[in-house]
């Protein structure tokens, strides 16, 4: 196995700059994932990664080699397509094989690798079948296997449940997973879906318009967003974002949105103070408000009318308005459901609350 590294690496194709002075650093062994919408860059900088585009400018290395100049086929990589291109004539076991017969490995050693892989994925008795006699999760998994018997030394996933009904996809991505500590491989997996990249990376790097914006284990980026395009991406339904007067009131900083006003934590002061009088965009996560007693003049409760009330079984969520301004709630299943229209005491987690320069978008906490 070993680590990725990207060095300003840039693509451009014509005029449009797809990936835009990359630069990252994935360890041996670790789970990372590429994430970010549609033409973000994600695809192209792991195609470069593969070989199948070369960069126009900057370094890429596996391990300690430079590998700008070396063919795919010599970059000792194997990639798991969206669309999992199997033949459709072959059966499974000559699918998951091809690759290494091209390579003239011996029928024993094809034979046995095939075999390995069909254990660790649980397709065993799948080998003679054809690619239209599986499900789509089956031949996923044969998508898969067609990479493990390469054992190369990283392994690259490119939206590789897409295809699968949403179910599925909560399976194979467990699957994926502990498939991930069984071969202690490199991963560098992309996908448009933040919740695949919550869930199964150890690091994940989130991309916008070519350029990296922030990288760091699920929990940190969700909890830190570094500027309002992260912190609006990560986390579903999506943060809350507010465009507030940031005031000074006896001794303390509140926020003043005019439909609701709260009082900023003491931990926040420093970094807010020289933003006090400006404008700025105050952003609070949907499960960072809570139904509340009425009443409560604690500089975190605000009155808001329920406009939609969503109910998912387990959760709820509720669609607010509060002044000129729209906010979605993430509420467990009260004992009596709000009605529609209904005015409700909402409280704010307040040192979960985000604030975010309204110029530069950056996170000042
Ligand atoms: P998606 O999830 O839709 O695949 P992505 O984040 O993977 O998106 P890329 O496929 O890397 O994005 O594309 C990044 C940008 O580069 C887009 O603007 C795209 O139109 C452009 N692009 C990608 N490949 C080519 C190409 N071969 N020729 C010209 N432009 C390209």
Do not use: W
Not at 1 to 17: D, Y
Not at 122 to 139: C, F, H, V
Not at 283 to 309: C, H, K, M, N, Q
């Amino acid at each position: 196995m070993a680590s990725v590294t990207l060095k300003n690496v840039v693509k451009r194709f014509g005029s449009t700059t797809a990936v835009n002075d990359l630069s990252i650093d994935i360890q041996d062994k670790e789970f990372a994932v590429l994430v970010g919408s549609s033409g973000c860059g994600k695809t192209t900088a792991l195609r470069m990664i593969a070989g199948l585009e070369s960069a126009t400018s900057g370094d890429i290395y596996i391990g300690d080699t430079r590998v700008n100049d070396l063919e795919a086929k010599d970059r000792d990589i194997a990639m798991v397509f969206q669309n999992y291109a199997l033949y459709p004539h072959m059966n499974v076991r000559d699918n998951m094989g091809f690759g290494l017969r091209i390579r003239e490995f011996t029928k024993a050693e094809i034979d046995a690798r095939v075999e390995e892989a069909a254990d660790i994925l649980g397709i065993r008795d799948l080998l003679e079948r054809k690619p239209k006699e599986l499900s789509g999760g089956q031949r996923q998994r044969v998508a898969v296997g067609r990479a493990i018997v390469r054992k190369p030394k990283v392994f690259l996933f490119d939206e590789p449940l897409s295809n699968l009904d949403a179910k599925l996809r909560v399976a194979m991505r467990a699957e994926i997973s502990k498939l991930h500590r069984r071969l202690e491989a490199t991963i560098i997996y992309v996908t448009h879906d933040q919740v695949e990249a919550m869930t199964m990376a150890d690091r994940i790097f989130i991309m916008s318009q070519g350029v990296l914006q922030q990288s760091g284990a699920p929990m940190e980026v969700y909890a830190r967003p570094v500027n309002r395009f992260v912190a609006g991406f990560i986390g579903s339904p999506a943060m809350n974002f507010v465009d507030a007067a940031l005031t000074a009131e006896n001794g303390g900083l509140c926020v003043d949105a005019g439909g609701f006003k709260v009082r900023m934590p003491q931990a926040f002061e420093a970094a807010l103070a020289p933003y006090a009088g400006k404008t700025v965009v105050f952003g609070v996560r949907p499960e960072d408000i809570a139904l509340a007693e009425p009443g409560a003049a604690d500089g975190r409760s605000i009155t808001a009318r329920a406009e939609v009330v969503e109910t998912l079984g387990s959760e709820m969520f509720v669609h607010l308005s509060c002044g000129a301004h729209n906010l979605v709630a993430r509420l467990e299943m009260p004992d009596r459901l709000p009605s529609v229209g209904e005015t409700l005491n909402m409280a704010l987690k307040m040192p979960k609350t985000h604030v975010f320069d309204k110029e530069t978008q950056r996170a000042i906490v």
